[in-house]
């Protein structure tokens, strides 16, 4: 085969198809050789081409005969000097960081290592050719027919997120195909897409599809990487989610996936792991960044850079300081939205990737540079705000147009529904929007991402019924995994045949999933919570990829009753503007006459005084929503309006009694939903003026009857 070297172009950077061939651009400031290696589909090495040219620290050129679906990867010479931060060695394949496909796994008993492992010495370089324990990549052609796809654009005031993993959402799925169970394309299938319309959610949240890899010692446990926090490619699809091999016919599944999903009108988000690599820390392997450039690519410690800075708890922390660091997390989430099409990212960690020196900042060059690009001036940024370093906790201290997790949201309201006191003043503040952490920096209540539960931690049915975790099957002694305080189980851990106390576990899973949806903000579900998916009290399932984590859908009678319960709940979410304002509540003037948009009131029917907002002994309250005159217009610039909505909630075992405040519009106040009520929670009945509001439960009241 003609391997004729032409000069090419240093970028794009990656392999880029060409008609004369393919184009090979490297970034590596300190290399002092680059040479691009093929492979044939036995992983036999057939040739290795060094690029001559070099161009601001690119290595780039074009090979002639190299054509889509070639494999093909990295040699990179330079200094073997760990104690200034160089880990070069020739002898190790590297996978191109800007890699759009990868075929085959990381052989752990291969000497994928770049020391001399049964030394334990770090210092002392490992000769041996690491290429048949290494992934392969794919010259990718990237020619896509995306027949007209327009992306749903659901502003996120409106959204109603589903957090899921690819694999498990349809693995254990009898309706779908048996062939596409468990990947982009069971996604895609129609029962799929039937489920999650019928559910009402407006947007998946996938688990990363980033290309990762399962940690050594797991392979040594049987276990594998489930979650996907453990990436080698920010460009290339997780190839195990693909019905379609992994020579990459993954690309083109997955953009049929979005493509499928948007046609649905669901949006697709991608949880992405930008903060750290699978590379780890010095005693880790070289499998890409390390080996191309270890100086560039991860933060060191100042004064010792044989040490990496550990923001994250895995070894490594990206340097995105360094311009082409920061240039490689942007060239990626342009890819993502330019090619793939996605709607948005949940990014990992985000405060690592706001670190300047050891602060996090606002104005570090990360932000600067997201704000200002147009390609994603319009997609949807959501951070987790914290990492494991000193000062990473940043819940509410994002810049404008980021969403976050809202941890605080999480914890208040686990915390008020297992009944602790003193809550109810910051029970108020979650439930409409935490106006305290968004409102001062010019953002909206849809800043705030709720959620009660999420991948990480007890699923929502196991929340209400283990005090502990179980994660033996994890191999580490039940050791990992946080120790999680927010649980109530009623004294019995795990199921039981007891009906009262399933009863009481299911009006509490009503009272969590009722108090999420009806919140002001961006609700987020946890996938399988509508119909309790539990993980058997794992509350650490990051490396169960089995009947554990996949969602069974074989729904008893309990089961599809809460999943319809919470369909409805999300249906009722969006039909009413006033259960997801864009604005958070305020006192206005119309007319001449002040109106509340909001006003809070105690059992009595009389509004809440000021010195029981942090009672210890009250766990009682009532919240009104006047929805008659929103203060704000619709797309074509009509004046939104919409019921008034009255919410009783009694995190208390016993019941209270409570005497309802005068509706605004002066009709009848009438039932919308009782998490009381076991059969028929959304039964409607017109009230009194004073009602039973039973322990643990909420009551939901509308002002609209005709």
Same mark, same amino acid.
């Given at each position: 085969?003609?391997?004729?070297?032409?000069?090419?172009?240093?970028?794009?950077?990656?392999?880029?198809?060409?008609?004369?061939?393919?184009?090979?651009?490297?970034?590596?400031?300190?290399?002092?050789?680059?040479?691009?290696?093929?492979?044939?589909?036995?992983?036999?090495?057939?040739?290795?081409?060094?690029? %001559?040219?070099?161009?601001?620290?690119?290595?780039?050129?074009?090979?002639?005969?190299?054509?889509?679906?070639?494999?093909?990867?990295?040699?990179?010479?330079?200094?073997?000097?760990?104690?200034?931060?160089?880990?070069?060695?020739?002898?190790?394949?590297?996978?191109?960081?800007?890699?759009?496909?990868?075929?085959?796994?990381?052989?752990?008993?291969?000497?994928?290592?770049?020391?001399?492992?049964?030394?334990?010495?770090?210092?002392?370089?490992?000769?041996?050719?690491?290429?048949?324990?290494?992934?392969?990549?794919?010259?990718?052609?990237?020619?896509?027919?995306?027949?007209?796809?327009?992306?749903?654009?659901?502003?996120?005031?409106?959204?109603?997120?589903?957090?899921?993993?690819?694999?498990?959402?349809?693995?254990?799925?009898?309706?779908?195909?048996?062939?596409?169970?468990?990947?982009?394309?069971?996604?895609?299938?129609?029962?799929?897409?039937?489920?999650?319309?019928?559910?009402?959610?407006?947007?998946?949240?996938?688990?990363?599809?980033?290309?990762?890899?399962?940690?050594?010692?797991?392979?040594?446990?049987?276990?594998?990487?489930?979650?996907?926090?453990?990436?080698?490619?920010?460009?290339?699809?997780?190839?195990?989610?693909?019905?379609?091999?992994?020579?990459?016919?993954?690309?083109?599944?997955?953009?049929?996936?979005?493509?499928?999903?948007?046609?649905?009108?669901?949006?697709?988000?991608?949880?992405?792991?930008?903060?750290?690599?699978?590379?780890?820390?010095?005693?880790?392997?070289?499998?890409?960044?390390?080996?191309?450039?270890?100086?560039?690519?991860?933060?060191?410690?100042?004064?010792?850079?044989?040490?990496?800075?550990?923001?994250?708890?895995?070894?490594?922390?990206?340097?995105?300081?360094?311009?082409?660091?920061?240039?490689?997390?942007?060239?990626?989430?342009?890819?993502?939205?330019?090619?793939?099409?996605?709607?948005?990212?949940?990014?990992?960690?985000?405060?690592?990737?706001?670190?300047?020196?050891?602060?996090?900042?606002?104005?570090?060059?990360?932000?600067?540079?997201?704000? %200002?690009?147009?390609?994603?001036?319009?997609?949807?940024?959501?951070?987790?705000?914290?990492?494991?370093?000193?000062?990473?906790?940043?819940?509410?201290?994002?810049?404008?147009?980021?969403?976050?997790?809202?941890?605080?949201?999480?914890?208040?309201?686990?915390?008020?529904?297992?009944?602790?006191?003193?809550?109810?003043?910051?029970?108020?503040?979650?439930?409409?929007?935490?106006?305290?952490?968004? %409102?001062?920096?010019?953002?909206?209540?849809?800043?705030?991402?709720?959620?009660?539960?999420?991948?990480?931690?007890?699923?929502?049915?196991?929340?209400?019924?283990?005090?502990?975790?179980?994660?033996?099957?994890?191999?580490?002694?039940?050791?990992?995994?946080?120790?999680?305080?927010?649980?109530?189980?009623?004294?019995?851990?795990?199921?039981?045949?007891?009906?009262?106390?399933?009863?009481?576990?299911?009006? %509490?899973?009503?009272?969590?999933?009722?108090?999420?949806i009806l919140s002001q903000g961006v609700p987020m579900l946890c996938g399988g919570d509508e119909f309790a998916r539990s993980q058997m009290g794992n509350n650490n399932c990051y490396c169960q990829d089995d009947e554990l984590t996949w969602y069974d859908w074989n729904l008893d009678a309990p089961r599809q009753r809460l999943m319809e319960f919470t369909a409805k709940l999300i249906q009722l979410r969006r039909s009413h503007p006033n259960l997801h304002r864009r604005k958070f509540f305020q006192d206005r003037t119309v007319r001449g006459s002040v109106v509340r948009d909001i006003a809070w009131y105690g059992t009595n029917g009389e509004e809440f005084p000021e010195e029981s907002w942090n009672s210890e002994w009250n766990r009682s309250l009532a919240m009104l929503l006047n929805g008659h005159t929103l203060g704000v217009t619709d797309d074509d610039g009509k004046p939104v309006v919409d019921d008034s909505f009255l919410m009783l909630v009694n995190a208390s075992p016993e019941g209270v009694e409570f005497c309802l405040p005068e509706p605004p519009n002066k009709t009848p106040w009438f039932q919308v939903l009782n998490t009381e009520n076991i059969e028929d929670?959304?039964?409607?009945?017109?009230?009194?003026?004073?009602?039973?509001?039973?322990?643990?439960?909420?009551?939901?009241?509308?002002?609209?009857?005709?």
């Amino acid at each position: 085969m003609d391997r004729t070297l032409l000069p090419g172009r240093p970028y794009p950077l990656g392999a880029t198809p060409r008609s004369k061939g393919t184009n090979f651009a490297l970034f590596s400031e300190h290399a002092t050789a680059v040479s691009v290696c093929f492979f044939d589909e036995d992983g036999k090495q057939t040739d290795c081409v060094p690029l %001559q040219e070099r161009t601001a620290f690119t290595w780039h050129g074009l090979i002639r005969g190299v054509k889509a679906g070639q494999r093909y990867g990295y040699r990179v010479d330079g200094p073997w000097a760990p104690n200034e931060g160089h880990r070069f060695n020739k002898n190790k394949l590297l996978v191109d960081p800007y890699a759009k496909a990868l075929t085959g796994d990381v052989d752990w008993k291969a000497p994928i290592f770049p020391y001399d492992v049964p030394s334990g010495d770090d210092l002392k370089i490992d000769t041996h050719d690491s290429a048949a324990g290494v992934p392969k990549c794919i010259v990718v052609d990237e020619r896509f027919d995306w027949e007209g796809d327009c992306p749903p654009d659901t502003p996120l005031a409106e959204s109603v997120i589903y957090e899921m993993h690819v694999k498990g959402f349809s693995e254990r799925n009898s309706a779908v195909a048996e062939k596409l169970r468990g990947t982009y394309a069971g996604l895609a299938s129609e029962p799929s897409i039937a489920y999650l319309q019928q559910l009402g959610v407006t947007a998946v949240e996938l688990l990363p599809v980033h290309h990762f890899i399962d940690e050594g010692h797991l392979v040594d446990r049987g276990l594998r990487d489930y979650w996907g926090y453990n990436t080698l490619s920010y460009f290339a699809p997780m190839s195990r989610y693909s019905s379609s091999g992994d020579t990459g016919g993954q690309v083109n599944e997955f953009k049929e996936m979005v493509k499928a999903l948007h046609k649905a009108g669901i949006e697709v988000i991608l949880d992405v792991v930008y903060n750290h690599t699978c590379e780890g820390n010095r005693m880790g392997p070289i499998l890409s960044m390390k080996g191309v450039d270890n100086a560039v690519y991860y933060r060191q410690v100042a004064d010792n850079p044989r040490y990496y800075m550990d923001y994250t708890g895995t070894g490594n922390t990206l340097n995105v300081m360094h311009p082409q660091v920061l240039k490689l997390v942007m060239d990626s989430l342009r890819y993502w939205v330019t090619e793939m099409h996605v709607d948005g990212f949940r990014f990992d960690l985000a405060s690592t990737l706001a670190r300047e020196l050891h602060e996090v900042s606002k104005l570090s060059s990360f932000f600067d540079t997201i704000h %200002q690009d147009p390609t994603l001036a319009d997609v949807k940024l959501i951070a987790e705000p914290w990492d494991v370093g000193d000062g990473g906790y940043q819940v509410g201290n994002f810049p404008v147009l980021w969403a976050e997790w809202n941890g605080k949201y999480r914890d208040t309201v686990r915390r008020f529904w297992k009944g602790d006191g003193g809550l109810l003043s910051d029970f108020a503040y979650r439930i409409t929007g935490s106006s305290d952490l968004y %409102q001062s920096d010019g953002r909206k209540p849809y800043a705030s991402i709720n959620f009660i539960t999420a991948h990480d931690g007890f699923t929502l049915c196991d929340l209400v019924s283990y005090d502990k975790k179980h994660n033996e099957a994890n191999g580490d002694d039940n050791t990992d995994g946080s120790n999680d305080n927010d649980s109530w189980n009623m004294g019995v851990e795990g199921p039981t045949e007891d009906p009262a106390i399933n009863e009481m576990r299911e009006r %509490q899973t009503r009272n969590f999933l009722a108090t999420l949806i009806l919140s002001q903000g961006v609700p987020m579900l946890c996938g399988g919570d509508e119909f309790a998916r539990s993980q058997m009290g794992n509350n650490n399932c990051y490396c169960q990829d089995d009947e554990l984590t996949w969602y069974d859908w074989n729904l008893d009678a309990p089961r599809q009753r809460l999943m319809e319960f919470t369909a409805k709940l999300i249906q009722l979410r969006r039909s009413h503007p006033n259960l997801h304002r864009r604005k958070f509540f305020q006192d206005r003037t119309v007319r001449g006459s002040v109106v509340r948009d909001i006003a809070w009131y105690g059992t009595n029917g009389e509004e809440f005084p000021e010195e029981s907002w942090n009672s210890e002994w009250n766990r009682s309250l009532a919240m009104l929503l006047n929805g008659h005159t929103l203060g704000v217009t619709d797309d074509d610039g009509k004046p939104v309006v919409d019921d008034s909505f009255l919410m009783l909630v009694n995190a208390s075992p016993e019941g209270v009694e409570f005497c309802l405040p005068e509706p605004p519009n002066k009709t009848p106040w009438f039932q919308v939903l009782n998490t009381e009520n076991i059969e028929d929670p959304f039964a409607e009945e017109v009230l009194a003026k004073s009602v039973i509001l039973g322990g643990r439960s909420m009551r939901l009241f509308r002002d609209g009857k005709e």
